[in-house]
């Protein structure tokens, strides 16, 4: 079953891109995808951000799954708002787990994480301060971001 076609993703993630704009005030934004679809996730908010305010934020990738620490190519300052983007969030591991690897967190003014889709169950204590929308999900459901060409095309929810 479709939760969100390509239309719904789109107008949701440039809704998520001003509410992301509202939050940083005029602080600078350093964006971090998760993953494949987090990090696709990633580029589309990027794309509209940037189109709204007329720049070049910077967007990184960072592999949850990979041992190695995660360090930013330029150092951040104090005033940049890191904003971590996942496609889905089920029970909050991926996330922990990239939160953990991202080894400057202390320097940035404010940490803020986005999702596109919050299905609930959460394991660990964390909080999206940013969700497209919140679809509550049983546990035998899984909930997927398609690509097409490395681009969002739609939410599916899948029963098992």
């Known amino acids: ?7 719904r993703v789109e107008r949701t993630l440039k809704r998520m891109a001003y509410q992301i704009l509202e939050e940083a005030k005029s602080n600078p934004v350093v964006l971090v995808g998760l993953n494949k679809r987090g990090f696709a996730i990633a580029g589309r908010l990027k794309q509209y951000l940037d189109d709204i ?10 592999d949850a799954d990979n041992e190695t620490p995660f ?3 330029e150092p951040p300052n104090e005033n940049n708002i890191l904003v971590i983007i996942d496609d889905v969030i089920f029970s909050g591991g991926t996330m922990f787990k990239s939160i953990l690897k991202i080894s400057q967190l202390s320097v940035f003014n404010k940490i803020l994480l986005a999702v596109l889709v919050d299905r609930g169950h959460r394991k660990y204590p964390l909080l999206a301060g940013f969700v497209g929308v ?24 899948i029963k098992k």
Not at 135 to 154: F, Y
Request: hydrophobic share 35%; aromatic share 2%; net charge negative.
């Open 71 to 73: 360090n930013f190519p």
């Open 1 to 7: 079953m479709i939760l969100l076609d390509k239309n």
């Open 134 to 157: 919140h679809a509550p999900t049983k546990l035998n459901e899984h909930v997927e971001l398609t690509l097409e060409n490395n681009e969002p095309k739609n939410v599916i929810l």
């Open 53 to 62: 305010q007329g720049s070049d934020l910077p967007l990184h990738q960072v």
